[in-house]
């Protein structure tokens, strides 16, 4: 699996556009980019993912590079609800056997004051 | 009801004591997944279960086994809980054909809400 690299935490004025950005130079053709979160100590939650082309849903946008290398988590607007840990994360392709590998690292401790 | 259910939520044992956490979904995947976090880490991989007859080790199984019983259920054993096993538990389900391409693609995974587990 492609290694994924964050920044440990960022600050974000509510109201704001909240961006997080994820290193992923290593990835693949055929992963896709997926981010979650978690808040407190909550199971994560699914965000978004991507492959090649910038997606939109109603939590978030994700902004890849054309290279793929990177990519931007946006979420247009964030509220004090918003504050979470943000994983990025990008799954092997699974072809069979074992030691898959789905880790999530440490991700960013995306923190919105009011 | 939660899709991902896990049970108990919060467990306190001692040294040496067998341990299930177990967890049932209605989502209908087949995927299923054992997860453990630590305090300001992230979430490891104990072990996965792609279909009831199909389970392989994560990159943490020492330690752990697992038991498929049926597509909806997939339980985390701890034959002789240590202290170092203290650690918040997650299970997840997955499909891989919602909304992506390819058998081998992981898709979204779904969380159950955690199983807090202390060994003393």
């Known amino acids: 699996d492609a290694k994924t690299t964050q920044p440990p935490s960022m600050d974000c004025a509510e109201g704001r556009a909240a961006n997080l950005p994820c290193n992923h130079s290593?990835?693949?053709?055929?992963?896709?980019v997926y981010w979650y979160r978690q808040i407190h100590s909550q199971g994560p939650q699914y965000i978004i993912h991507g492959l090649k082309n910038n997606e939109t849903n109603e939590m978030a946008s994700l902004i890849i590079t054309e290279d793929r290398k990177s990519s931007t988590l946006i979420l247009p607007h964030a509220t004090l609800r918003d504050t979470a840990v943000y994983y990025c994360i990008a799954p092997p392709g699974w072809s069979g056997g074992s030691n898959y590998k789905l880790t999530f690292g440490k991700g960013t401790l995306l923190t919105v004051n009011p | 009801d939660a899709d991902v259910t896990q049970t108990p939520r919060n467990r306190i044992t001692k040294t040496g004591k067998r341990i299930m956490l177990e967890c049932s979904q209605t989502k209908g995947h087949d995927r299923m997944y054992w997860y453990r976090q630590d305090p300001g880490l992230g979430l490891r991989l104990i072990y996965y279960?792609?279909?009831?007859?199909?389970?392989n080790k994560g990159e943490i199984s020492d330690g752990y086994s697992v038991s498929r019983q049926a597509q909806a259920k997939f339980s985390l054993s701890l034959e002789s809980a240590i202290p170092n096993q203290t650690a918040l538990y997650f299970c997840?389900?997955?499909?891989?054909?919602?909304?992506?391409?390819?058998?081998?693609?992981?898709?979204?995974?779904?969380f159950g809400e955690g199983s807090r587990l202390t060994v003393l």
């Open positions: 279960s792609f279909d009831v007859k199909d389970i």
């Open positions: 290593t990835i693949s053709g055929n992963e896709y």
């Open positions: 997840a389900t997955s499909d891989p054909e919602s909304g992506t391409s390819g058998r081998g693609n992981t898709g979204e995974l779904f």
